[in-house]
């Protein structure tokens, strides 16, 4: 049972556009909801991160809109660049010891294309 | 953000051989190491957690006399594939973090099993 899923698997949007993908979860014990950016042959890297206990959070041009009533969440892209194009997941963990996260269980990814 | 470094990066071996992968925390003590395993175009699957001190924690369907896990010191852990196979070529990523606070990624290591 996959406990977290993300859609679409695969986005392509104009250079400046706006990129949205979406993560649904099924477990609401996690407290922790992170994206992570990957570029092949490489590890994910933090995006940016929210706790239940807000509805949106904005980095720069990422921005998480959190909607625990419906266990969804999801990664807006805001003037999406062409060095924007990479894998994208989104993740969710259990509370950890001391208040940290506890093991990541990932969305199957999306991969998203910008075009010049 | 904290730097997590893996070694090696790519690693080739003969079936039947045992390779180990290491992952150091290189600015922070690690209190926790996480283990991935990731197939090409696919997800990150989480293998196991290990508590520098402890015995690892795998997850279901993880073989812990497969993939041995060691995290002795509170910037080392080490991933140790006993007797690889093709099947257990894959991309391997660990990432660590301190107490209570969240956890970053190493590089990764592709494996490859011929």
């Known amino acids: 049972q996959q406990q977290v899923k993300q859609s679409p698997q695969s986005l392509i949007v104009q250079k400046g556009g706006i990129s949205i993908i979406n993560c649904a979860y099924e477990?609401?014990?996690?407290?922790?909801f992170p994206w992570y950016q990957q570029f092949p042959g490489k590890g994910p890297a933090l995006l940016i991160a929210?706790?239940?206990?807000?509805s949106e959070k904005k980095e720069g041009r990422f921005t998480i809109s959190f909607n625990k009533s419906a266990k969804q969440f999801s990664l807006h892209i805001m003037d999406s660049q062409p060095g924007d194009s990479a894998t994208y997941f989104c993740?969710?963990?259990?509370?950890?010891?001391?208040?940290?996260?506890?093991?990541?269980?990932f969305g199957k990814g999306t991969h998203l294309i910008i075009q010049p | 953000g904290a730097v997590v470094s893996q070694h090696p990066s790519r690693v080739i071996c003969k079936s039947g051989t045992s390779v180990k992968i290491e992952c150091r925390s290189l600015?922070?003590?690690?209190?926790?190491m996480f283990w991935y395993r990731q197939f090409p175009k696919k997800s990150l699957m989480l293998m196991a957690t290990?508590?520098?001190?402890?015995?690892?924690?795998?997850e279901q369907g993880v073989e812990k006399d497969k993939f041995l896990i060691n995290h002795a010191s509170l910037t080392l852990s080490t991933l140790t594939v006993t007797s690889a196979h093709p099947e257990d070529s894959s991309f391997y990523i660990c990432?660590?973090?301190?107490?209570?606070?969240?956890?970053?990624f190493g590089q990764g290591t592709r494996l490859t099993v011929v």
């Open positions: 990432s660590a973090r301190e107490s209570g606070a969240e956890a970053f």
């Open positions: 477990n609401t014990a996690f407290d922790y």
């Open positions: 929210i706790r239940p206990d807000v």
């Open positions: 993740a969710a963990s259990l509370p950890g010891e001391g208040g940290g996260a506890d093991g990541l269980t």
């Open positions: 600015d922070f003590q690690a209190t926790t």
């Open positions: 290990s508590n520098e001190g402890s015995k690892a924690t795998y």
